[in-house]
């Protein structure tokens, strides 16, 4: 790809509408709830909340709708790749009949406010399909289409789909929808600010003081929000307080690219069942269809060269669509968890009124919402069908404890890799736009120079605990490969669970 062509990107298509700016919290507030994150958790938490008559106030440490929201691919759909005959294995009937009811249910109330608020945002009903290009997932398709059946799932099991594509089965689910999830949430935002809620941006949370009966969150400029509930909705949560979330997930990152074809596309949505990960589906753009093709997955800080996984999703959008015209490229990570059940509920059982929602396994469109009206029943008091599903205090042993060993053995092993990794590359060999692992006074650490020739050289050792951070050559970040926090290329936090810069060791 040309060096101009890198420089447009990424660029994510979602973002190009306009969105309202809030200002920066000045002062100490006391409310009834204080949300901390602005995506689609967050927002949908505060306008149903609002609406009940609490006095809500949503913090975010940059803009709205900028962080996985605003990166997404956003289908809404309850079919989240082969989890259904998983999970009647491992949680049984009612737990896998709750899980997918629960994200149908999160699709209508989508449809009901489109059509309650005559909302404008491209959504369109679309049977989900997930194919196999494989004898063997063709089996696994033929297994998960059995717990449909038994689950009562509408779909269908069919053998082509309308594609240049190898694939064998495709497993549909019917009545799906897709839309755009900023112009839906920039409207659920409109209502929760109508009805009283009030939005500060560039506030960071920092903490919170939890000593006595109403928690304070406290920001990074010491600015106080006393309320009786809090709801973390921060994507990673940025308090723990011994919940130890980190040591529950991991964080796994996504690409996506917008393009034009030529070609006519019949409608759907698709993904494939074996690697590697293909998604696609169309969003309107102009009277055209633009297509949004994704995948690539991997662990954050272990994707090796981050620009190759978008080359990935051009060739092969090239190949099955011929591409007209490619003007967006976008990534961004989700958290998944041991179980792949997300995590819901009071951040420990000690602390009813402090709430999570995180681990959507990049299943968000349709779990953040589900979430939001989920912490809005814990906060109102009432019962709610799902609370015992998504739990985070919840310890389902299989297949989670296996998970636990692997997961931890991945992170004990970039712990000591990172340390004992010889790394030949001198800081003076650098081009412009390039970064590297470099031996900086005979140490690892982290140098990027920039397109004007400035260099800067930042310990790569991860400041939350201790794995050594790698480039990403995409994004221009340094991404630590123990729990997906992210820097940018002068060490500032852009993703947590860490909050602290890395060092800087050298600037100029
Ligand atoms: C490439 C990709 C494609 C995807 N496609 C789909 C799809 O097709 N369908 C689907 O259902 N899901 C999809 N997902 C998943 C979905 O996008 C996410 O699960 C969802 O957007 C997460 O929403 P969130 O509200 O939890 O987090 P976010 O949208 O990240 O919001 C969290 C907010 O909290 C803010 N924040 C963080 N820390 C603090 C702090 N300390 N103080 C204040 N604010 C803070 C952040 O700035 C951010 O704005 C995809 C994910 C990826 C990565
Ligand atoms: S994110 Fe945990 S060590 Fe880096």
Not at 189 to 195: F, S
Not at 205 to 221: C, G, H, N, R, Y
Not at 223 to 241: E, G, L, W
Not at 393 to 422: C, M, W, Y
């Amino acid at each position: 790809m040309s060096s101009e062509k890198n420089q447009q990107f990424p660029k994510t298509y979602w973002r190009e509408i306009e969105l309202p700016t809030f200002q920066k919290l000045n002062q100490d507030i006391s409310v009834d709830v204080a949300i901390v994150g602005a995506g689609i958790t967050g927002i949908t938490a505060a306008y149903l909340l609002s609406k009940e008559g609490k006095k809500v106030a949503l913090i975010e440490a940059g803009s709205v709708l900028n962080g996985t929201t605003g990166h997404t691919t956003a289908k809404l759909t309850a079919q989240h790749g082969l989890v259904y005959d998983e999970y009647l294995n491992h949680f049984g009937e009612e737990k896998a009949r709750l899980y997918f009811e629960s994200h149908m249910n999160a699709i209508r109330f989508v449809e009901g406010m489109v059509k309650e608020h005559g909302i404008d945002c491209d959504f369109s009903k679309e049977d989900a399909y997930m194919y196999a290009t494989t004898d063997e997932y063709v089996d696994k398709l033929k297994t998960e289409w059995e717990a449909y059946t038994s689950l009562g799932i509408d779909g269908d099991l069919k053998d082509i789909i309308p594609f240049n594509i190898p694939a064998k089965a495709a497993l549909m689910m019917k009545n799906q929808a897709q839309y755009h999830p900023l112009k839906f949430l920039r409207a659920l935002l409109d209502e929760a600010v109508k009805a009283g809620c009030s939005v500060y941006e560039n506030t960071t949370a920092d903490d919170i003081e939890d000593d006595d009966l109403q928690p304070k969150v406290v920001t990074k400029d010491g600015k106080r929000v006393t309320c009786n509930n809090v709801i973390i909705a921060s994507h990673f949560p940025f308090y723990d307080k011994l919940g130890l979330y980190f040591a529950r997930m991991y964080a796994d990152r996504s690409y996506a690219i917008g393009i034009k074809t030529d070609k006519d596309y019949p409608g759907g949505m698709y993904i494939s069942a074996d690697s590697p990960t293909r998604s696609i589906r169309y969003t309107p753009l102009n009277g055209e269809k633009l297509l949004i093709i994704g995948g690539e997955n991997h662990k954050t800080g272990q994707g090796i060269d981050t620009l190759k996984h978008y080359e990935a999703l051009e060739a092969f959008a090239e190949e099955v669509f011929g591409i007209k015209g490619y003007d967006y490229r976008w990534s961004a990570q989700d958290m998944v968890t041991l179980d792949k059940l997300p995590y819901i509920g009071p951040l420990t059982s000690e602390r009813e009124h402090i709430l999570v929602a995180t681990g959507y396994k990049k299943w968000g469109m349709t779990t953040g919402i589900a979430a939001g009206h989920l912490l809005t029943d814990y906060v109102m008091d009432r019962n709610n069908p799902y609370k015992e599903l998504y739990s985070p205090s919840r310890f389902n042993a299989d297949p989670a404890l296996k998970s636990i060993v692997t997961t931890n053995a991945d992170v004990a092993k970039h712990l000591l890799r990172g340390k004992l990794e010889l790394v030949e590359k001198d800081p003076g060999e650098l081009q412009e736009g390039e970064g590297s692992v470099v031996l900086h006074n005979g140490k690892r650490a982290g140098a990027y120079k920039d397109e004007n020739g400035k260099l800067y050289i930042v310990d790569t050792t991860c400041t939350h605990l201790g794995c050594e951070c790698e480039w990403n050559r995409a994004e221009k970040t340094w991404d630590c490969p123990c729990h997906g926090s992210r820097y940018s290329y002068s060490g500032d936090v852009i993703e947590g669970p860490t909050r602290k810069a890395l060092e800087l060791l050298e600037e100029g």
